[in-house]
């Protein structure tokens, strides 16, 4: 996992940013990305720099992981930029890295030559943002710069690295822009003139291949065949492959229908439907400040410049990012609930957990149940629940009967929630089972003055004695 220590410009005290690498460190950080006191290098206070970056790297090192040091080019002379990497070699750094991205310009080839000569041999140079297309990245790379930024692409490869480092077999399929610079010992599926280097993936050369793992940089990527990469999931994991790729909350069909106006995204860029992450065995949220996009976006390290501009008055606008922001967290929450109610199956755990609080209400086939699946809609709400309304059927309903459910049907479904209608001949066994069988944690009743309906809740109250059930006034 790699952190920011003293971000964005590197103001923080020298005991500040000690603090944070301990915490980091602690937290299990393996890469540290340490800005230098900005202030103090324009004022040639180069005994406080010195000492601000050792009292990073010193802990960092201890405990056997890596630094980067982030000099910010853009607000310093050539003379300031030698005498940076000379102390980073002295105290033996491992990168040296050419901006943090809040600056108004990112990595250029005259500062990475510069960067190159006055580094020692053992530490590395690091390219941050600039980097626009295949051309300045291969040059980039010649000048002995040995990283470039892609937030997503890196966290990927470091997983397939990790994996490989274990002894497993591990092939890149297939990897766009930047990621191509950052392939250290990986294998790519045939070689730097592949279909993969183009980010396009051979799915009968992977086959043929048959590796324990292939790493596949974004899941709507083309295949040499023309289809969409993420579609072809299912044959890959037939296959006994494990597979690691990239997608963006964007291109999911969920995140499309849910914000396709908002998005204003091209008509023709293809959309990934949402089982290929449903299946997954683990999902993870990688996602960097609204403000370190928007600056890569105008770097051109994400996407070519004309893509760029076009997403920063689309998908990328402030208000959207904050919506697929939410999206993503909402969505990988939702893959750790199914995970947990998958294992308290498989482990016949009969009491429910709250990790995730469910919300039951229960709605009969009688006028005026509205109020009650609107109060349980706010507390879900208020308490980012999951709702489900439930009905139980313990006999054939009359039309009048049907339109009410119907009603309420519509009304939970606007609201947020599911609705679902179960068999039963005895209402409170029938909503205990469903409880237990779907780790609800609350019910919602609504009052009512019927005999048959007190009997009922107490029977109820007595047979979910792990769920709390909640009586509502007829109020709306």
Not at 438 to 444: G, Q
Request: charged share 25%; proline share 4%; hydrophobic share 40%.
């Amino acid at each position: 996992a790699s952190t920011t220590i003293g971000f964005p410009h590197g103001g923080h005290t020298t005991a500040i940013k000690a603090a944070e690498a301990r915490q980091a460190l602690a937290d299990g950080g393996q890469e540290l990305d340490m800005v230098v006191n900005i202030s103090a290098v324009l004022g040639g206070d180069w005994d406080y720099v010195r000492r601000d970056i050792a009292a990073v790297l010193e802990p960092t090192h201890a405990a056997g992981q890596k630094i980067k040091v982030i000099i910010e080019n853009a607000y310093l002379n050539d003379a300031q930029k030698i005498r940076l990497c000379e102390i980073c070699g002295e105290l033996r750094a491992d990168w040296v890295k050419t901006s943090t991205g809040y600056a108004p310009s990112g990595a250029t080839i005259a500062d990475l030559k510069l960067m190159r000569a006055h580094a020692p041999a053992h530490v590395q140079v690091k390219a941050a943002g600039g980097v626009r297309d295949l051309d300045k990245l291969l040059e980039v790379r010649a000048i002995g710069a040995t990283r470039c930024g892609a937030t997503r692409t890196r966290e990927m490869l470091d997983e397939a690295r990790r994996r490989s480092g274990r002894g497993t077999d591990v092939v890149v399929g297939a990897v766009s822009g930047g990621g191509a610079a950052q392939l250290g010992s990986l294998a790519l599926l045939g070689g730097p003139s592949s279909p993969a280097a183009r980010g396009v993936l051979d799915v009968e050369a992977l086959l043929t291949r048959n590796p324990d793992v292939v790493a596949i940089d974004d899941l709507i990527g083309l295949t040499t065949t023309g289809q969409l990469v993420g579609h072809m999931l299912p044959r890959i994991r037939a296959a006994g492959i494990t597979a690691i790729g990239t997608v963006h909350i964007g291109d999911l069909r969920s995140t499309v229908a849910l914000m396709g106006t908002l998005l204003n995204r091209p008509q023709d860029r293809p959309i990934l439907d949402d089982s290929a992450v449903d299946a997954a065995d683990e999902v993870e949220l990688v996602d960097v400040p609204p403000a370190e996009l928007e600056e890569r976006l105008r770097q051109g390290e994400i996407m070519p410049p004309v893509e760029a501009l076009q997403a920063l008055q689309g998908e990328f606008r402030p208000e959207v990012l904050a919506a697929l922001r939410e999206t993503a967290l909402r969505r990988v929450a939702e893959h750790c609930d199914r995970q947990l109610v998958a294992y308290m199956s498989t482990a016949r755990i009969q009491e429910p957990w709250e990790a995730r609080p469910r919300v039951l209400v229960l709605v009969p086939p009688r006028p005026g149940q509205e109020p009650v699946i609107r109060r349980a809609a706010a507390h879900a709400i208020r308490k980012d629940d999951a709702l489900t309304a439930v009905s139980v059927r313990r006999r054939s309903r009359s039309e009048e009967e049907k339109r009410l459910i119907g009603s309420y049907a519509t009304l939970t479904h606007q609201l947020g929630g599911e609705f679902v209608t179960i068999d039963g001949s005895d209402v409170a066994t029938t909503v205990a089972d469903y409880a237990r069988g779907h780790r609800i944690t609350e019910i919602l009743v609504m009052r009512s003055t019927r005999n048959s309906s007190s009997k009922t809740l107490r029977k109820l109250i007595r047979l979910v004695a792990n769920v709390d059930v909640h009586v509502v006034a007829a109020t709306d």
